[in-house]
């Protein structure tokens, strides 16, 4: 059975950080390319950022260098480090597993921002 279970969301100040982690389980971790994407209110679903098997990362334009993803095979967790939080960033935020014709979702998480 594949869970990927996300923890660390909550509720903090603009200008504050949080680490999302996403622990996985059921798949072979290190195949996978693992992402976050997130979803505020009245929006679609839109990518955060991913880390590919080997390590490389991309991030989506309104995160970058704000926000750094990371991945621990011997635990098989992903995480994202989020720095220097803005309103804007207010979501639920889901972790992802890909690869191939396989593709897996977390129930997310809720990021909010706000003083």
């Known amino acids: 059975q594949v869970q990927l279970v996300e923890s660390g969301g909550g509720l903090v100040q603009p200008g504050g950080s949080l680490r999302l982690s996403c622990v996985v389980s059921g798949i072979t971790f290190n195949r996978f390319r693992m992402g976050w994407y997130r979803q505020a209110p009245g929006k679609q679903r839109e990518l955060v950022a991913h880390i590919y098997s080997l390590g490389a990362t991309d991030y989506a334009d309104s995160v970058k260098g704000r926000f750094t993803i990371s991945r621990d095979s011997a635990k098989t967790t992903l995480y994202l480090q989020m720095n220097s939080l803005e309103p804007e960033d207010t979501a639920v935020y889901y972790c992802?597993?890909?690869?191939?014709?396989?593709?897996?979702w977390g129930q997310g998480t809720q990021v909010t921002v706000s003083s």
């Open positions: 992802n597993a890909y690869w191939g014709t396989s593709d897996y």
